[in-house]
Nanobody, 119 residues
Framework: QVHLVESGGGLVQPGGSLRLSCAPS????????VGWFRRDPGKQRELVAT???????NYADAVKGRFTISRDNAKNTLSLQMDGLKPEDSAVYYC?????????????WGQGTQVTVSS
C-alpha cells in the first residue's frame, strides 16, 4: 500500500514562512493532479492549492500571492511554500495525489502536518 509522507509543519510567528513537502512511499501511476488541503478543528477540509499535469495551478483566494505550490516530476514530490503566514492559516495540512484511470478515480492522502501561526 503506497502512502504519502509529509514533512515541514511547525510553529511560526505571523509573517513568517514554512515549506511543506510530500512524497509517495512508492510509485503511483496515472496521477493527473496533486495538491494541498487543510482542516481546522470543527471545520470542513478546504482546498489550498492544486497543480495539474499541464502545470496549471489553482489557489484558494485566502492564500493567493502568499503560497506557492510546486511539483518535481522527476522525484515525484510536491511542495508548498508558505510566506506571509497569518494566524488564520493555522490548520492541519494534507497533501493529495489524485489518480485517474479512465472513469475510475482514487485519492491518496498524507497523514497531515500541523501548521500553527502564533506569536
Amino acid at each position: 500500500q503506497v502512502h504519502l509522507v509529509e514533512s515541514g509543519g511547525g510553529l511560526v510567528q505571523p509573517g513568517g514562512s514554512l515549506r511543506l513537502s510530500c512524497a509517495p512511499s512508492g510509485t503511483i501511476y496515472s496521477i493527473n493532479r496533486v495538491g494541498w488541503f487543510r482542516r481546522d478543528p470543527g471545520k470542513q477540509r478546504e482546498l489550498v492549492a492544486t497543480i495539474s499535469n499541464d502545470g496549471s495551478t489553482n489557489y484558494a483566494d485566502a492564500v493567493k500571492g502568499r503560497f506557492t505550490i510546486s511539483r518535481d516530476n522527476a522525484k515525484n514530490t510536491l511542495s508548498l511554500q508558505m510566506d506571509g503566514l497569518k494566524p488564520e492559516d493555522s490548520a492541519v495540512y494534507y497533501c493529495n495525489f489524485h489518480q485517474q484511470m479512465g472513469m475510475l478515480g482514487y485519492d491518496y492522502w498524507g497523514q497531515g502536518t500541523q501548521v500553527t501561526v502564533s506569536s
